[in-house]
């Protein structure tokens, strides 16, 4: 018997691959998750945590790995010097009957214990463990998912593919960067999704990163195969033939090159003809500006209002205006509840007026709030305005839950802090949902009210129209995030406890139309915020009809 070569290591490898996999599968059973990461960052740390999980796996595995090869070698070494001796006189060596008994011994014993040593699996705990987790892994939605949410980023904050290769965002506490395979796959998606502008800018990324000598496992003619197919397709002929040229210099035996290059070159003589004849050029020219394609139009009518609020640019808070807003406390009408301890309240906007309440929720609550809410969340719906169904839209990437007031005290006690500061009635008011923001989070311009063509929207609840609306904000956000108002140019900034509030309706009943609003997309940072919802029923002489329309 070779002295520690019966080793305990397989048996305890089966044991903890046993116990983990166990474990594992009692976890998936409670751990109710779904793909769409990219849309909840509270709900990627768990990936974070499972990534730990799997590193501790590969550590112990290779530790494995180690002690299994250091007692190979140990035996090699061994048997190199006792060969070493019995091969210079094997007579000699044999004469002694205990060398002879051990020679047999060895080659009947000792090197099968050696060969079930090498055949040992140690992979078995590591490849147990990623089996299992690799059912909570991100999809390709979520990759696809997370790298339109860096595009949404550069294009909302107008930052240069350099500036977010490099990583130099604002408020950012770790720094990370893209490699030229990084830069490489975003193009790729965008192109996968036929979106050859954002393919442009992060292919030439790419290829610049390569250029300055960065290792790579993509190649040169790769990218340029995408880049200049991605820049034909947005009108630049003579870009196209310049980097397809290059292509070809690299390899001249690529596939697609030559022909592409002569059908562009075919193109470009059709143009320079129709020049000479003036006649009008069928190819559409590209739109350049500063170096850089101009950006297409999207469906979004006030798309650009809305960015340049997200930026903190186009605000419309005149000096006239800023002498209108007050602060001051709040009692709530004289609310018993509020006498005592009455909230600081700030104008925020002068018409529609919306206010702003400082330290309307702890630490402690809103900790628990998250705590109720995250279980739950799920990508967050939009109800379409023909089929008055919920369903899952690109311009909202956030996930929510909804909370009942059973589901803990802290729940019931903050819906009745809304009602004493509004002096509406929660009663018929939607529950209090959570949304957490995931990669660039974000609530495009909507409504909160339903319109005229959208009359049954709220028809199965049978409470009216939304009349009103109390947004929580349960998080600092570093930079990006705020509540923008497109039609009059307001900005409102997530600050931490504190809470805003306006009205959906004007006391007719009809809609304000202006408090159309945005969440903007969260550039650095977790963005947590719970709202509640007030509707008409039940309200109805807590905040009597006025005179006019529009009072």
């Known amino acids: ?183 490489f796959g975003m193009g790729k998606i965008a192109y996968n999704e036929g979106d050859y502008y954002h393919t442009v800018l992060w292919m030439q990324q790419a290829l610049k990163q390569h250029d300055e000598g960065e290792d790579a496992a993509i190649t040169k003619v790769e990218i340029l195969d995408y880049l200049s197919y991605a820049v034909f397709q947005l009108g630049d002929l003579h870009r196209a033939v310049e980097l397809t040229r290059r292509l070809i210099s690299l390899d001249s035996a690529h596939e697609r090159a030559g022909s592409n290059l002569r059908y562009f070159e075919k193109l470009l003589e059709k143009e320079r003809v129709a020049k000479l004849l003036n006649k009008t050029s069928t190819i559409t020219e590209s739109a350049m500006q500063g170096g850089v394609y101009e950006r297409p139009a999207d469906y979004l009518p006030e798309r650009d209002t809305y960015e340049a609020l997200c930026r903190g640019e186009g605000v419309k808070m005149t000096p006239r205006r800023q002498k209108r807003l007050f602060c001051r406390y709040h009692d709530g009408n004289r609310n018993p509840h509020l006498l005592i301890a009455p909230f600081k309240e700030e104008d925020e906007w002068d018409s529609p007026y919306i206010v702003r309440y400082y330290d309307v929720m702890s630490d402690e609550e809103i900790e628990k709030i998250k705590e109720l809410a995250k279980p739950k969340l799920a990508r967050a719906t939009v109800r379409d305005p023909k089929t008055g169904v919920l369903t899952v839209a690109n311009y909202r990437v956030s996930k929510s839950s909804w909370l009942e007031e059973h589901d803990d005290p802290v729940v019931a006690r903050v819906n009745h802090r809304m009602q004493h500061i509004t002096g509406l009635t929660v009663k018929t008011a939607e529950l209090l949902q959570v949304a957490n923001y995931g990669m660039g989070g974000q609530y495009e311009p909507h409504f909160d009210f339903s319109r005229k ?60 139309y202006r408090t159309r609003h945005a969440a903007c997309p969260v550039l650095v940072g977790c963005k947590w915020v719970s709202n509640k919802w007030f509707h008409e029923r039940g309200n109805e002489f807590l905040r009597p009809c006025g005179s006019t329309e529009v009072d």
Not at 40 to 52: F, H, R
Not at 468 to 480: C, I, K, R
Not at 488 to 499: D, E, H, V
Request: aromatic letters at 10%; charged letters at 25%; hydrophobic letters at 40%.
């Open 453 to 512: 063509d959208e009359p049954d929207a709220f028809k199965r609840l049978g409470t009216g129209n939304r009349v009103a609306t109390f947004l929580n904000y349960m998080s600092d956000v570093e930079a990006g995030g705020a509540t923008v108002f497109p039609d009059f140019g307001a900005a409102i900034w997530p600050q931490k406890g504190t809470a805003v509030f306006w009205y959906n309706l004007f006391r007719s009943g009809e809609g304000d």
């Open 1 to 183: 018997m070779i002295p520690g070569f019966v080793s305990k290591i397989p048996t305890l490898l089966k044991m903890k691959s046993w116990i983990l996999s166990l474990l594992l599968t009692c976890i998936s059973c409670t751990w109710h998750t779904q793909a769409e990461f990219f849309t909840s960052i509270g709900q990627m740390t768990d990936l974070i945590y499972a990534e730990k999980d799997l590193v501790q796996s590969l550590k112990e595995y290779i530790q494995a790995e180690e002690s299994k090869l250091s007692k190979i070698k140990s035996w090699a070494e061994k048997m190199d010097a006792l060969t070493m001796k019995s091969a210079s006189n094997p007579e000699g060596y044999l004469a002694h009957p205990v060398n002879a008994y051990k020679l047999v011994k060895r080659l009947n014993t000792d090197w099968l214990e050696l060969e079930n040593l090498v055949l040992q699996d140690s992979t078995s705990g590591f490849i147990a463990n990623l089996t299992v987790q690799r059912q909570f892994f991100p999809t390709e939605e979520d990759e696809t998912g997370a790298a339109k949410a860096l595009m949404r980023l550069q294009d909302t904050y107008r930052l240069d593919p350099e500036t977010m290769s490099k990583g130099k965002l604002p408020g950012t506490k770790y720094r990370s960067s893209l490699t030229v395979d990084d830069c």
